[in-house]
């Protein structure tokens, strides 16, 4: 394909968006019926809950509206490939975004999947500019692209259930110590867990308050701390929800139970921060042996060279 007809697929491809993004701003420009009307039918009982706008009125929705059923279809085609809609569901759930549903998130994979492929499709058009390029392993190549950006929000989204869980292991200990004393002073459980869920900011707070607000829904407190244990990807949380709900089920003390998982949990984080130095210590010889030793022997070793040289015939 010669720089001409690559200069006209883009001249065309670029007026095409620009005709269309100007089209859908003078459309949005136009004052709606509703509108007009509206300010004229305030004394009407209830009638702004039955006028909804229905065009778009930002940029963004404007997009949805305009590429949301491509969107959509796409996505789609990403689930019956993919599939593990029931494991995406789960992890959204553990990484705190429940309301996310499972055909949202396929859409954010699309949408990064179109982003890999227009950054891989500019590099290859910046490729045949300079030089010939096949066309075939050009496609292959966006097609990878679009594969890569689908396969890394996936990974975005289960490394940040992993950064979430770190964050609730450490709060963990805190949390159970400060259920502990509210219970020791005589408050019920959902007494405690309302102090510490108000007193309290961080992932593992969220997680309660949402079992608090199952509580005072009226489900059992038993029951809602079950809930808890089977959603949540934490064997210690886990173990502290069933913990609780055994206590109040069956009128054990809580505050010792709670004693005794903080400590648990204390002494898992310093075996586990004793194995991560013995890990980096180990990576810390790579730049003594491979930097430091060369460039100490070097330094030992050169006089000598330099004054065997000078003393030699």
Not at 289 to 313: D, E, K, W, Y
Request: net charge positive.
């Amino acid at each position: 394909m010669t720089a001409a007809l690559w200069g006209a697929l883009l001249g065309g491809m670029c007026g095409a968006g620009v005709l269309l993004v100007v089209r859908r701003v003078l459309h949005l420009r136009r004052p709606q019926l509703a509108v007009r009307v509206l300010p004229y039918l305030c004394d009407v009982p209830q009638a702004s809950s039955h006028v909804v706008p229905r065009t778009a009125t930002t940029p963004a929705a404007a997009a949805a509206d305009i590429f949301g059923p491509l969107l959509g279809s796409t996505a789609d085609m990403v689930e019956r490939v993919l599939g593990g809609g029931a494991s995406v569901r789960r992890r959204l759930a553990r990484a705190g975004t429940p309301d996310v549903t499972v055909q949202e998130f396929r859409i954010e994979q699309v949408v990064w999947g179109l982003a890999g492929f227009a950054a891989v499709s500019a590099i290859q058009l910046v490729r045949a500019w300079s030089s010939g390029v096949n066309v075939v392993s050009a496609l292959l190549t966006c097609g990878l692209g679009f594969a890569a950006g689908v396969l890394l929000r996936d990974q975005a989204l289960s490394a940040r259930v992993a950064r979430r869980e770190r964050e609730m292991i450490a709060e963990f200990p805190t949390v159970a110590e400060l259920l502990a004393l509210a219970v020791a002073a005589g408050e019920s459980p959902v007494a405690a867990l309302d102090r510490v869920v108000r007193r309290s900011n961080g992932e593992l707070s969220k997680e309660l308050a949402l079992v608090l607000g199952r509580i005072r829904t009226g489900e059992p407190v038993t029951d809602a701390f079950h809930t808890l244990a089977v959603t949540t990807g934490l064997p210690m949380v886990a173990r502290f929800a069933t913990g609780v709900s055994v206590a109040v089920e069956r009128g054990t003390p809580l505050a010792a139970v709670l004693h005794a998982q903080a400590a648990d949990v204390r002494e898992a984080g310093r075996r586990a921060l004793i194995e991560t130095a013995a890990r980096k210590e180990v990576a810390m010889m790579a730049p003594v042996v491979f930097l430091v030793l060369p460039v100490t022997i070097l330094f030992a070793f050169f006089p000598g060279v330099i004054g065997l040289r000078m003393v030699a015939p």
